[in-house]
C-alpha cells in the first residue's frame, strides 16, 4: 500500500521551458530541500534512463537511486524509488496554463517498517508536503530571478 503526496507550483515558463527546468537532474539541487539530485543511466532520459539523489542533513541520510518508468517531454516524468528507504514512485507533471504552466510533483510512496509506517503517515504527511511546497516556492523564486 503507497501513501500519496502532492504538491504544485505555478511557474511563469511556457511548459517546455518548465520542463527543461524541472527535469534539469542537476539542477533540482539547487531547490530541493537537503537533497544534491544527479542523473545516471541515459543522462536521466527516457524510460529506463537513471537518476539518483542524495538527501541528508548534516551527517546523516541516504541515497535514493530511481528509474524512469514514463516519460512524456514536455508533460510527465515517472520514476520508480529503487531504496530501502524509499520506495513507490514519484511523478513531475507540467500543465500548460495562460500564465505560463503548473508544475505538479506527487509522490506515492511506500513507507518503511510496514504497518508502523503506513499507520505513522498521517502524522508524517504534513511535513512531508510542507518541504515539497518549501521546495516548490524555490524552485519558482529561482526561475523568477
Same mark, same amino acid.
Given at each position: &500500500?503507497?501513501?500519496?503526496?502532492?504538491?504544485?507550483? +505555478?511557474?511563469?515558463?511556457? %511548459? /517546455?521551458?518548465a !520542463? +527543461?527546468?524541472? &527535469?534539469? !537532474?542537476?539542477? /533540482?539541487? *539547487?531547490? &530541493?530541500?537537503? $537533497? #544534491?539530485?544527479?542523473?545516471?543511466?541515459?543522462?536521466?532520459?527516457?524510460?529506463?534512463?537513471?537518476?539518483?539523489?542524495r538527501?541528508?542533513?548534516? %551527517?546523516?541520510?541516504?541515497?535514493? +537511486?530511481?528509474? @524512469? $518508468?514514463?516519460?512524456?517531454?514536455?508533460?510527465?516524468?515517472?520514476?520508480?524509488?529503487?531504496?530501502?528507504?524509499? #520506495?513507490? $514512485?514519484?511523478?513531475?507533471?507540467? =500543465? *500548460?496554463? %495562460? /500564465?505560463?504552466?503548473?508544475?505538479? !510533483?506527487?509522490?506515492?510512496? @511506500?513507507? %518503511?517498517?510496514?504497518?508502523?509506517?503506513?499507520?505513522?503517515?498521517?502524522?508524517? #504527511?504534513?511535513?512531508?508536503?510542507?518541504? &515539497?511546497? @518549501?521546495?516548490?516556492k =524555490?524552485? *519558482?523564486?529561482?526561475?523568477? =530571478?
Amino acid at each position: &500500500m503507497s501513501c500519496h503526496a502532492e504538491a504544485a507550483v +505555478d511557474l511563469p515558463l511556457e %511548459p /517546455q521551458a518548465a !520542463w +527543461d527546468v524541472v &527535469m534539469d !537532474w542537476n539542477g /533540482q539541487s *539547487a531547490w &530541493m530541500l537537503f $537533497t #544534491r539530485v544527479w542523473a545516471t543511466g541515459n543522462h536521466g532520459e527516457g524510460v529506463g534512463g537513471g537518476v539518483s539523489a542524495r538527501t541528508s542533513v548534516g %551527517p546523516v541520510g541516504f541515497t535514493d +537511486d530511481m528509474v @524512469i $518508468t514514463h516519460w512524456d517531454p514536455p508533460r510527465e516524468c515517472t520514476v520508480k524509488h529503487l531504496g530501502t528507504v524509499v #520506495r513507490g $514512485t514519484g511523478t513531475f507533471v507540467v =500543465r *500548460a496554463t %495562460p /500564465q505560463g504552466s503548473t508544475f505538479v !510533483w506527487s509522490e506515492d510512496v @511506500i513507507p %518503511p517498517l510496514g504497518r508502523v509506517g503506513r499507520t505513522a503517515w498521517p502524522l508524517v #504527511r504534513p511535513a512531508f508536503e510542507l518541504m &515539497m511546497r @518549501i521546495s516548490l516556492k =524555490r524552485l *519558482a523564486d529561482g526561475v523568477a =530571478r
